[in-house]
């Protein structure tokens, strides 16, 4: 057998074990910092996760994405969180409540940018259906598919004011909202959204990002 296969197989046997514990010893081990055991409490509940989730997604947002993205955006950030050796909660409940608020967070950033894309009109309608297109392709392609996507987007522009006006652009803040936080006039951030706009059309035409 290959080290690779042994190291395979190995975590493969950790994870059995942990998930023969009950709650209460997963949560030790993850306030330990235990990352397979934060993985066998996904794995050992996550349908019950998933109905939670699903219970809160209405008829159009079905439509953008199901359950089991959001799922898999909850384990990233647990398993991160866990690695980290940030998780606190003393009690099996105050778990499932930390549990539950990262799946609920997941979801409200998730709809908000699929939301805000779709809502663009305009001189940003064909940018933001170009990008919303890409999103949805990456997310066939791997979990971490449209997080990449958006990442690569944001280097692509100069570290700044740029980056940030992309980052609340991309959720739908208006050129006020944005001005707000990154300290100009509405004015200027429209000037400065109209230049990173053509910067992405470029982009997106030229098979970069």
């Given amino acids: 057998m290959s080290t690779l296969l042994k190291k395979l197989s190995l ?3 950790r994870r059995v074990a942990v998930t023969k514990l009950d709650p209460v010893q997963l ?17 050992e509940f996550g349908p019950r996760i998933r109905r939670r989730v699903r219970g809160k997604l209405g008829p159009s947002m079905r439509r953008l994405f199901d359950s089991q993205e959001i799922l898999s955006t909850l384990g990233r950030r647990l398993d991160m969180f866990v690695g980290q050796g940030k998780l606190q909660a003393a009690t099996v409940p105050e778990l499932w409540g930390l549990v539950f608020r990262m799946a609920d967070n997941s979801l409200i950033e998730k709809a908000r940018l699929f939301r805000a894309l779709e809502a663009r009109e305009g001189e940003d309608g064909p940018v933001a259906r170009r990008m ?3 999103l949805r392709e990456a997310e066939r392609q791997s979990e971490e598919g449209p997080l990449i996507e958006i990442d690569t987007a944001l ?8 980056r940030e006006i992309l980052s609340l652009w991309l959720t739908g803040h208006t050129s006020a909202e944005i001005g707000q936080v990154v300290g100009l006039a509405a004015p200027a951030v429209r000037k400065r959204w109209e230049k990173i706009r ?11 990002c």
């Fill in 132 to 134: 919303l297109e890409r």
């Fill in 155 to 162: 280097r692509s522009l100069e570290p700044g004011i740029d």
């Fill in 11 to 13: 975590t493969a046997e």
């Fill in 198 to 208: 053509h910067h992405l059309r470029d982009l997106f035409e030229s098979g970069g």
């Fill in 27 to 43: 949560l030790m081990r993850m306030r330990a910092g235990d990352r397979d055991a934060a993985a066998a409490f996904l794995d």
